[in-house]
């Protein structure tokens, strides 16, 4: 792509009109155009691509950004990669590239030129005068409107995107913050009414709702308006990447993992490599059990972000479940005292016998994000592990009661199944039984749900029942037989069910269904 500059005598400190491959620049009018047709983006996309712009072929780093567009406030690297990301939308994912450890580059050389004059403005205005004259006014005036009606929704949008990292709904486990998370949105919602027909902030509802139901924010419903919006961001764009992603991560409790892979896969093959696809295509792989597929994916999207938290910590899981614990503790190196990154560790620790370190980890973890229910039943069974029972039990009283109390707000399946496993790995059988009899009262049909309750009653003793429970999970969609590789390991609850005919062949029919689908999808070339 080639960069022309055009030169202005009026201006000594700069150049007014900047050009690259179709696009053009107008800074002192802040327009943007491709080939003559205006493109609309946000005020603060266009100071990061102006800031770009200004750089022709240069790298320009992260904080030279920053400090350019939000010159007297603090703001994180999250929200230059959000309106990074708006510019790519807009424009196309090769005008803008990441230079890894570095910052990002407009692509092309630079070219000088002397400008056009360019009549848009006044043929704009004389152009809408006749229209209005005419009685044709009403249909130009209406396009404008819905081009700023889109500039304004995508600001909402952005917003939301960065509350929603900011709530910890982007990562793996993450200090949620459900304050935060209800901002986010909100503000999807803001970005949806204010262009209904803009498809991406009914696929970022849904995400943001199926978020609160996987962290016992609301019931059965929040699941249901999830699915809801996520398919009306498909109804509105069949090819929208973060509507595809929306449903990837909620066919997790809808027993849809088949159908998931499929909706990656089509993406990939379609040409898409979008950070939307990408993500769909790992979360997809790694919930059907695809474990070497999910890795390869992370590691070629490492390189393009190499502190990017979300790449790092999955990777480690996946890593984990492929058995590959060093390689994951050292994938997690750099990424310091992140919760995230702990709760990945304390299981990794585990896998190599090292008490102390599991213990440390996962006590970070509930201490740091303590809304997180799963941090308080790895807690649980690890200190519980280690010989620290006693301890084990005043480390995550904290956690039993903020399940309780979300319990009095709405009647989760996953709150109650998280409660269920914690008794379980203190030992307590008969509050393990209760929440778990209640969670499959709520949510019998969840996949997840059956296959977490055969963990509960497989540690509690009900063996039979515990084979039972994997063989429904399955018949409902349940693919994770990477889980099963986990929870056979020593210590864990289904260790003790190795050998025992019936489980073996709910185990043997587990692992033959991600089999079908490894054959039915071959990763594409990238």
């Not at 809801?228 to 595809?244: M, N």
């Not at 898409?272 to 695809?290: I, Q």
């Not at 903020?402 to 399946?413: D, G, I, S």
């Not at 990477?482 to 709910?506: I, M, N």
Request: charged share 25%.
């Amino acid at each position: 792509m080639t960069l022309k500059v055009f030169s202005n005598p009026a201006r000594v400190n700069g150049h007014n009109h900047l050009r690259f491959g179709p696009f053009e620049l107008d800074r002192k009018q802040r327009l943007l155009f491709r080939e003559g047709r205006e493109i609309i983006l946000t005020p603060k996309a266009l100071d990061v691509l102006e800031a770009l712009a200004a750089k022709p072929g240069e790298v320009v780093a992260k904080q030279e950004l920053m400090r350019a567009v939000w010159p007297d406030t603090f703001v994180e690297e999250a929200t230059l990669t959000q309106h990074i990301f708006t510019i790519r939308k807009a424009l196309g994912e090769e005008v803008v590239e990441t230079v890894p450890k570095r910052g990002y580059r407009l692509a092309g050389a630079t070219e000088r030129q002397e400008p056009k004059r360019r009549p848009y403005r006044w043929i704009a205005v004389s152009l809408a005068m006749v229209l209005v004259l005419a009685g044709f006014g009403w249909g130009f005036l209406r396009t404008r409107t819905a081009s700023y009606q889109r500039v304004e929704a995508t600001d909402y949008l952005v917003r939301g995107r960065e509350m929603l990292r900011q709530s910890g709904g982007g990562g793996v486990l993450t200090a949620l913050n459900s304050s935060s998370l209800a901002a986010a949105l909100a503000m999807f919602e803001r970005a949806r009414d204010a262009d209904p027909s803009f498809a991406e902030p009914y696929a970022w509802i849904g995400m943001a709702r199926y978020q609160r139901f996987a962290n016992g924010i609301g019931g059965a419903s929040e699941l249901a308006q999830a699915r809801a919006s996520a398919l009306k961001a498909l109804e509105l764009d069949p090819a929208l990447a973060a509507g595809h992603r929306a449903m990837v991560r909620i066919a997790h409790s809808t027993g849809e993992t088949a159908d998931a892979v499929d909706r990656a896969w089509r993406l990939l093959h379609a040409g898409h490599r979008d950070r939307d696809t990408v993500e769909a295509a790992v979360e997809a792989s790694f919930r059907a059990g695809l474990i070497p597929e999910s890795i390869l994916l992370w590691k070629r999207a490492l390189p393009v972000d190499p502190m990017n938290t979300l790449t790092r910590v999955s990777l480690a899981r996946s890593q984990f479940h492929a058995l590959q614990h060093r390689e994951g503790i050292a994938t997690l190196d750099p990424l310091a005292d992140n919760p995230d990154s702990q709760w990945v560790l304390a299981q990794l620790y585990e896998q190599i016998e090292d008490r102390s370190k599991a213990c440390d980890a996962i006590r970070r973890v509930v201490e740091t994000a303590p809304n997180q229910l799963a941090g308080w039943y790895e807690a649980a069974r690890i200190f519980v592990w280690a010989g620290r029972r006693e301890e084990a039990w005043r480390l995550v009283k904290p956690g039993l009661a903020r399940m309780e109390a979300l319990l009095e707000q709405a009647h989760n399946a996953r709150t109650l199944i998280f409660a269920a496993l914690t008794h379980g790995a203190l030992g307590d059988r008969a509050r393990a039984k209760q929440h778990l009899d209640e969670a499959l009262r709520t949510g019998s049909n969840d996949p997840w749900n059956l296959y977490q309750g055969g963990l509960v009653l497989a540690t509690i003793g009900e063996d039979a029942a515990a084979i039972e429970m994997l063989g429904r999970s399955a018949e409902r969609g349940w693919f994770g037989s990477h889980y099963v590789t986990r929870d056979e390991s020593p210590h864990r609850a289904f260790h003790h069910l190795r050998g025992r005919a019936d489980y073996e062949a709910a185990r043997r029919a587990l692992f033959a269904k991600t089999e079908t689908l490894r054959n039915r999808y071959p990763l594409p070339k990238l």
